[in-house]
């Protein structure tokens, strides 16, 4: 970090209300539920959650990369550098995307071209985006590849996808995204397909890079460790819903919300205590097809009562920037200020 | 005790003795043989009864490779493999087909290893009708029970997979595994594909499972902590070779291998507090190919302790202290 705790006044990216449907045979999926949150500049957020929680649709709604139909931007805001990106026109979007923000994604095999140069796709980028001359381009090319750890950068421009392996691929897909020297980068599971001393590495580097570059990140994983490791600030995610939000260590010594507890305790760890018996959540997570009017995780809840069946919980204040949609939390305020 | 039950309980289950796969690489017009993948190389290990083995690895070590070859799902190129004091290594088809009910195996992915077109009773009662002999009663009988056993509601005994979750579906392949009553199960990353707090619920099974059928498991992962959870021994994999092989707890607290040390401290925690004052080992570089391994030790080009003779010799797995196995030139003078 560059100046102790990141700037909360001035979020770069700020989302109001985000609610994303898609239309199915069956009925519509409310894939993300009325998704507030802020994203500071320099920090990163770290968005965690299960598959089908909405981490990656909520991250896709904003900069508009879903198809339509299926998918439907139905409501909210999200503003960037003074605009509603869901009302930009598409020239603005492609200028944005790639440029001002960039993108990771999970796997680097299938969203690098395989039939292009990784010096041809780091280029394009650049001469887009930046206007470079080829030569001003390869020059850069060469200096972002050093960046992100490729040894004997140069000879590596002409080389192609395959020839990477996973670890280097995603080094790549980070010099890519950072070509154009973004404000934001969205980060999706970058290192779920890799191995741990791999993900080690490049968790190393996004460290690294955020230090010197001074870019915000938001950091979508399933991960709790390497939330842990990474992370200024989480949004927990269930059913397509923003459960908890919290500063990192604040999550993990006063988890509020029971999902995010029941999350923590299920995860055995490789040194400390280790239980006879895992903590297990019963049942599956509910699918999203019509309106939720109830709590998402009653059904799974250890703590559930007669409320949390009729009605569904707004976030309401544990502390100081941390929040959980659960009525538990508001009894308990009651009964602190009471 | 009869002397021959006495002779099985004193002798492990599963004896693998300096097993080697070697794929060969063909090239150029005439396909002629130009090297070999050594996905395992000289592996010895065994599984006692009731036991849990864990085999731990990144990708690419020979961990499933080693893990099907006990089940002689691949040729085995050379070594033994004692399954209750017989060879699986060259039994004969018939004697393999004989072999084949005691052990099973569950796969990584649920959606993939079952057959989309058979219903869940007849996904299970497959291995029945093709090793047993019983009515059809009896055989619906069995297969209700064995839903029961593993959660799965009777009622959707007439489903096809896709309509389960993931846990479920791989609950349908517990089911199968367990249709002939095995001794030993090889569980070949089964909870990789699925969520956190569905894998928490595949893992109790399984170890309800054991306690209940005392069934031994080599249970392979890259979940350091889930090995941790679940094996009784673990065993690291590096390259198709074991670097390392203890009981859990040693393995754990006492990491001597230079590679297990790395791998362990590589494992974020959920904890931000250690996570922010932890000294990780990162190792550099990619594992190399197994088809053209470093000489000397197959760790020695990413190992931050390497010295001279690493680049020589290669170490052999050794004992290091009591029932604690590494393959490290460090320990030569201890």
């Known amino acids: 970090m560059k100046s102790g705790a990141p700037n909360e006044q001035s979020p770069v990216l700020s989302v109001r209300d985000l609610c994303t449907v898609f239309g199915t045979r069956a009925g519509d999926v409310h894939a993300v539920n009325s998704v507030n949150f802020e994203l500071s500049a320099g920090e990163i957020l770290g968005v965690v959650g299960e598959s089908g929680s909405g981490k990656t649709v909520t991250m896709m709604s904003m900069l508009r990369l879903l198809p339509s139909p299926p998918a439907n931007v139905k409501a909210g805001t999200v503003h960037f550098e003074g605009r509603d990106l869901l009302q930009a026109t598409d020239k603005e979007l492609r200028r944005i995307r790639g440029g001002r923000i960039g993108f990771i994604f999970q796997d680097p095999m299938t969203s690098l071209n395989p039939v292009f140069s990784v010096g041809f796709q780091l280029r394009e980028s650049l001469r887009r985006h930046l206007g470079m001359s080829r030569k001003a381009a390869s020059k850069r090319s060469v200096e972002l590849l050093e960046m992100v750890g490729i040894p004997d950068a140069e000879s590596r421009l002409s080389a192609f996808p395959h020839q990477f392996s996973g670890g280097m691929r995603q080094r790549v897909m980070i010099a890519i995204a950072l070509a154009c020297d973004p404000s934001v980068l969205i980060a999706d599971e970058p290192t779920t397909a890799l191995d741990v001393t791999i993900q080690a590495q490049i968790l190393e580097l996004i460290r690294d890079l955020r230090r010197d570059l001074g870019m915000a990140i938001i950091w979508i994983t399933h991960d709790l460790g390497v939330i842990a490791g990474i992370a200024n600030r989480v949004l927990v995610m269930y059913a397509g819903q923003i459960v908890e939000h919290a500063r990192v260590e604040d999550l993990f010594a006063n988890p509020s919300h029971p999902y995010t507890r029941a999350l923590i305790s299920t995860v055995p760890a490789v040194r400390g205590h280790r239980a006879k018996r895992l903590n297990s959540i019963e049942g599956q997570a509910p699918t999203l097809l019509g309106m939720p009017n109830s709590c998402p995780f009653e059904s799974r809840c250890s703590s559930a009562f007669a409320r949390c069946a009729q009605e569904a919980p707004h976030r309401m204040q544990v502390g100081s920037s941390h929040d959980a949609a659960c009525f538990l939390v508001e009894n308990a305020s009651h009964v602190a200020t009471n | 005790m009869s002397p021959q039950i006495e002779q099985e309980a004193s002798q492990p289950l599963v004896e693998v003795n300096s097993l080697k796969v070697y794929f060969p690489i063909r090239s150029g017009v005439f396909r002629r043989h130009s090297g070999n993948v050594r996905a395992v190389d000289n592996v010895s290990f065994s599984i006692g009864h009731g036991e849990t083995m864990g085999l731990v690895g990144e990708s690419g070590c020979g961990k499933t490779t080693a893990g099907r070859a006990i089940l002689r799902l691949v040729p085995i ?258």
């Open chain 2, 77 to 334: 190129t050379d070594g033994t493999i004692k399954f209750r004091g017989k060879d699986v290594a060259s039994a004969s088809p018939e004697g393999m087909r004989k072999m084949r009910p005691q052990m099973q195996m569950i796969f990584q992915d649920p959606q993939a290893s079952l057959n989309p077109r058979m219903t869940v009773a007849s996904i299970i009662a497959e291995p029945i009708k093709e090793h047993q002999n019983l009515g059809r009663s009896e055989t619906i009988e069995r297969v209700q029970e064995l839903m029961d056993a593993v959660g799965l509601n009777r009622d959707f005994a007439n489903r096809y997979p896709h309509e389960f979750s993931g846990g479920q579906k791989q609950r349908i392949g517990i089911a199968r595994a367990l249709a002939l009553n095995p001794d030993l199960i090889v569980c070949d990353e089964p909870i990789a594909a699925l969520d956190v707090s569905i894998q928490a619920q595949v893992v109790n099974l399984l170890a309800d499972l054991q306690s209940s059928r005392k069934l031994s498991f080599l249970f392979i992962s890259h979940d350091l902590g889930m090995v941790r959870h679940i094996a009784d021994r673990v065993a690291v994999m590096y390259l198709g070779q074991i670097v390392e092989l203890a009981d859990r707890d040693d393995l754990y607290a006492n990491p001597s291998h230079p590679y297990t040390e790395a791998l362990l401290s590589a494992v974020p925690e959920a904890d931000p507090e250690y996570e922010r004052s932890r000294r990780r080992i990162l190792l550099t570089g990619d594992v190399p190919s197994p088809s053209n391994p470093p000489t000397g030790c197959n760790f020695c080009n990413r190992c931050p302790k390497a010295f001279d003779r690493c680049f020589r010799d290669e170490p052999a797995l050794k004992e290091i202290s009591e029932g604690h196995l590494a393959a490290c030139h460090l320990f030569d003078n201890s």
